[in-house]
C-alpha cells in the first residue's frame, strides 16, 4: 500500500506565503506524476498544479506565475510553494501521487491540508 502525507497549511494574510509539503510512503515501485489539488468549500476537487518525473510542470490559471510546485524523486515529495496568496486561494488542498506498486498503478491522496488566506 502507499500512504500519502501533506503538511504546512495554515491561516496568512492576503499577500502572504505559504509552503506544503506532501510525502508518499509504502511499497512504491515506481512514482510517475505528483501534484496538488484543491476544493472550496461548495465548489468541486480542482487541479492546482502538477509535475511529471523528469520535471515538467503544469499549472491552473487561477495560480500561475504565483504558486510553485518541486519534486524530490528520491525522496518521493512534492512540494507547492505559494506566494502572494488570495482570499480566493482558500481552500483545502490535497496531494495526488500517481505511483506504480504492487496493487498495479493507480492514484493515490492525502487526507487533505487546509489553507485559509483571511485578514
Known amino acids: 500500500q502507499v500512504h500519502v502525507v501533506e503538511s504546512g497549511g495554515g491561516v496568512v494574510q492576503p499577500g502572504g506565503s505559504l509552503k506544503l509539503s506532501c510525502t508518499a510512503s509504502?511499497?512504491?515501485?515506481?512514482?510517475?506524476?505528483m501534484g496538488w489539488y484543491r476544493q472550496a468549500p461548495g465548489k468541486q476537487r480542482e487541479s492546482v498544479a502538477a509535475?511529471?518525473?523528469?520535471?515538467?510542470?503544469r499549472y491552473a490559471d487561477a495560480v500561475r506565475g504565483r504558486f510553485t510546485i518541486s519534486r524530490d524523486n528520491a525522496k518521493n515529495t512534492v512540494n507547492l510553494q505559494m506566494n502572494n496568496l488570495k482570499p480566493e486561494d482558500t481552500a483545502v488542498y490535497y496531494c495526488?501521487?500517481?505511483?506504480?506498486?504492487?496493487?498495479?498503478?493507480?492514484?493515490?491522496w492525502g487526507q487533505g491540508t487546509q489553507v485559509t488566506v483571511s485578514s
Open positions: 495526488n501521487a500517481n505511483a506504480r506498486s504492487n496493487w498495479g498503478t493507480r492514484d493515490y
Open positions: 509504502g511499497n512504491i515501485f515506481m512514482m510517475y506524476d
Open positions: 509535475i511529471t518525473g523528469v520535471g515538467s510542470t
